[in-house]
């Protein structure tokens, strides 16, 4: 797990909610968190990234597994996967457009809205690579993972609003498969609603990362007046009867919220909604974690 919070971190730069200033204040019950991606490896010490956040480089400067060699330029990166156009899972890419030692893979929709109408990212054209939703790639050069982008119920990014219109690539969840062993993992930072395919996808898996982004629908009220809900902003909220917790707790395998804003209680460590969560067998990600599958 390089990074664990949504879109501006924790704490976030323009943010006083009592999370942020308690990140910002070095209280060790709210640590600073970085946004989410990921770093999945088949053992071969090469490693594919899922989204490029903003921080990557800071991100690759804390896991040494993603150190050049020495004297090298070369990165140990196969694959950089996209599962939206959203800023905090894209603006990485710009961090690592001084070499492309990697492909870039996503969908035609999230490629296009990138390459068309954003001038910056062309830069890194060469890297791009597409494959249709439900089909199936190899992750790693060596074969051994197996992945597909399969659609959730979510919404476009606010800045495309007005050149885009939703599509079934626009929202991605990602399975990955380890071809020796069967083992399978999800990885779904966006979802609106939890729809029959979604749950589906999340319940065959034996280790998911599923969107923890907001605990109550009306969570971002509290800090601004008029903000749309959970659900208009693309999220599932972890709570209530609706809420992803309660879907969640019944799955086996292991189960991580990621994706966590900075306005959710389950932010502190000791507060009573993360206490509520680790009863109900769920986990919460936190930069550095790591999973063995």
């Given at each position: 797990?390089?990074?664990?919070?949504a879109?501006?971190?924790?704490p976030?730069w323009?943010?006083g909610?009592?999370?942020?200033?308690?990140a910002?204040?070095?209280?060790a019950?709210?640590?600073?968190?970085s946004?989410?991606?990921?770093?999945?490896?088949?053992?071969?010490?090469?490693?594919?990234?899922?989204?490029a956040?903003?921080?990557?480089r800071d991100?690759?400067?804390r896991?040494?597994?993603?150190?050049?060699?020495?004297g090298?330029?070369?990165?140990?990166?196969?694959?950089v996967?996209?599962?939206g156009?959203?800023?905090?899972?894209?603006?990485?890419?710009?961090?690592?457009?001084?070499?492309?030692?990697?492909?870039?893979?996503?969908?035609p929709?999230i490629r296009?809205?990138?390459?068309?109408?954003?001038?910056t990212?062309?830069?890194?054209t060469?890297?791009?690579g597409c494959?249709a939703?439900?089909?199936?790639?190899?992750?790693?050069?060596?074969?051994?993972?197996e992945a597909?982008?399969f659609p959730?119920?979510?919404?476009?990014?606010?800045?495309?609003?007005?050149?885009?219109?939703?599509?079934?690539?626009?929202?991605?969840?990602?399975?990955?498969?380890?071809?020796?062993?069967?083992?399978?993992?999800?990885?779904?930072?966006?979802?609106q609603?939890?729809?029959?395919?979604t749950?589906?996808e999340?319940?065959?898996?034996?280790?998911r990362?599923?969107?923890?982004?907001?605990w109550?629908?009306?969570?971002?009220?509290?800090?601004?007046?008029?903000?749309?809900?959970?659900w208009?902003?693309?999220?599932?909220p972890?709570?209530?009867?609706?809420g992803?917790l309660e879907?969640?707790?019944?799955?086996?395998?292991?189960?991580?919220y990621?994706?966590?804003?900075?306005?959710?209680?389950?932010?502190?460590?000791?507060?009573?909604e993360?206490?509520?969560?680790?009863?109900?067998?769920v986990?919460i990600?936190?930069?550095?974690?790591?999973?063995?599958?």
């Amino acid at each position: 797990m390089l990074g664990s919070a949504a879109g501006g971190g924790l704490p976030q730069w323009n943010c006083g909610g009592e999370n942020s200033v308690r990140a910002r204040a070095g209280d060790a019950n709210v640590p600073p968190r970085s946004q989410t991606s990921i770093a999945i490896c088949a053992g071969d010490e090469r490693w594919s990234i899922v989204n490029a956040s903003p921080d990557i480089r800071d991100q690759f400067a804390r896991f040494s597994g993603l150190h050049p060699r020495p004297g090298t330029r070369d990165v140990p990166i196969d694959s950089v996967v996209l599962t939206g156009a959203d800023l905090d899972h894209v603006m990485g890419l710009l961090v690592l457009r001084e070499s492309l030692p990697y492909r870039v893979i996503t969908t035609p929709w999230i490629r296009d809205v990138l390459l068309d109408d954003n001038a910056t990212f062309r830069l890194i054209t060469p890297a791009f690579g597409c494959v249709a939703i439900d089909e199936p790639f190899d992750l790693d050069r060596g074969g051994r993972l197996e992945a597909k982008l399969f659609p959730v119920p979510g919404k476009i990014p606010g800045y495309l609003q007005e050149i885009a219109s939703n599509s079934p690539e626009a929202t991605l969840g990602l399975r990955v498969t380890d071809k020796r062993t069967g083992k399978r993992l999800v990885y779904a930072p966006g979802i609106q609603t939890l729809d029959e395919a979604t749950l589906a996808e999340l319940q065959a898996a034996d280790v998911r990362f599923v969107d923890g982004t907001f605990w109550t629908a009306e969570e971002l009220l509290r800090m601004r007046p008029g903000a749309p809900d959970a659900w208009k902003m693309g999220h599932v909220p972890i709570s209530g009867p609706d809420g992803s917790l309660e879907r969640l707790r019944l799955m086996r395998g292991r189960t991580f919220y990621i994706h966590i804003n900075n306005t959710n209680p389950i932010l502190d460590e000791r507060s009573r909604e993360a206490a509520m969560i680790r009863d109900a067998g769920v986990g919460i990600s936190n930069d550095g974690l790591a999973v063995e599958i």
